[in-house]
């Protein structure tokens, strides 16, 4: 019978042999682990010639913090992004302006989600170089404004084929 000490410090077991290979195999356990086998000294699961050649090499549990001190402050790793940054709501509505006025392109010409992802991106993007470390989303912005001129466009030249069609159809009856 065995006894370990977990990730988190607690003291687990006493477990068989059989139930501690599983827990290695799960990953609960690694060559780290300290283990105590019934009535000998706390010991890395490496020690233990019975378990070394099917222990997984994982990195080691963090040392237990001694009696009496205060419990360690975790910091998150450093980012590129600053406290209170956030992604700019208009270049998301800009972004999801030019997407739909692309979808709808075909019906209606794009219109007036064309003319609305243009107007939100281009705010998007003027706030956003006024205040860089409180704005995020300059990409959206970006995609949002050339998704919604290219669906201007495509509708101008829809708009522009549609009526040379009409004319030649006019001319045609005209004759």
């Known amino acids: 019978m065995y006894k370990i000490i977990g990730a988190d410090q ?3 077991g006493p477990v068989t042999a059989e139930e501690l290979r599983k827990w290695m195999e799960e990953g609960r356990a690694n060559s780290q682990t300290l283990v105590q086998e019934e009535g000998g000294t706390w010991k890395p699961l490496s020690a233990f010639p019975e378990f070394g050649v099917s222990v997984p090499t994982l990195p080691p ?3 237990p913090p001694p009696p009496g001190s205060a419990p360690a402050v975790i910091t998150p ?3 590129d992004i600053t406290p209170g940054s ?5 270049a998301i509505a800009g972004l999801v302006m030019g997407i739909l006025s692309l979808a709808l392109c075909c019906c209606c010409y794009g219109l ?8 939100f991106s281009a705010v998007a993007l003027a706030q956003i170089s006024n205040d860089p470390g409180h704005y995020q ?3 959206m912005a970006i995609a949002g404004l050339a998704l919604s001129l ?3 466009l495509l509708a101008g030249l829809m708009l522009v084929i549609g009526v040379a069609f009409s004319w030649q159809d006019i001319i045609r009856e005209l004759k």
């Not at 956030?86 to 208009?90: G, S």
């Not at 007036?112 to 107007?119: A, D, E, T």
């Open 150 to 152: 290219l669906s201007l």
């Open 86 to 90: 956030r992604t700019h709501v208009m």
């Open 10 to 12: 607690k003291e687990y």
């Open 61 to 63: 549990p963090p040392a």
């Open 112 to 119: 007036p989600f064309n003319v609305l992802g243009i107007v």
């Open 77 to 79: 790793p450093p980012s």
């Open 137 to 139: 989303g300059r990409g």
